[in-house]
């Protein structure tokens, strides 16, 4: 059956491709990371827009794998739209993992004191798989 898929599949190329608003745009040309970046403003200003929190002091946080490029100008490129969208928006990169959010929410759940030696133990545990 997996030989089946394979027949069906054909891989044509190994860099990702993204289908932005005008058609699908491939990861290897030179407007890609300008582009993406533009759509991800648009996606978050939409979002912020019917939360009707545009005009508020609100938290943006990029979060995701697409935010790890180290493509120059990317980031800015976000930031700068995003401002101009949602002039009060305090913009944040997620530097852990989210789950890490959600293992901290479940400690306060059970009533574990904040900055304790249970949040520092599951802090460190994420650390540490991350440098691995």
């Known amino acids: 059956m997996a030989a089946a898929v394979a027949r069906r599949l054909r891989v ?3 860099e990702v491709d993204i289908v932005l608003a005008g058609g699908v745009l491939s990861a290897t ?35 995701g794998g697409v935010f790890r490029t180290a493509e120059r100008g990317f980031h800015e490129r ?3 739209r995003l401002e101009a969208a949602i002039p009060r928006a305090r913009i944040r990169r997620l530097v852990e993992p989210p789950v890490l959010g959600a ?10 004191r904040r900055g304790g030696a249970a949040e520092r133990r599951l802090r460190d545990a994420f650390s540490a798989r991350l440098s691995d």
């Open 12 to 14: 044509v190329r190994a």
């Open 78 to 80: 976000v930031e700068l």
């Open 29 to 63: 040309e030179p407007q890609f990371h300008a582009r993406l970046a533009d759509e991800l403003a648009i996606m978050a200003t939409a979002i912020a827009r019917r939360l009707r929190v545009v005009r508020s002091e609100v938290d943006v946080v990029l979060a």
């Open 103 to 112: 293992a901290l929410l479940g400690l306060d759940g059970l009533g574990v």
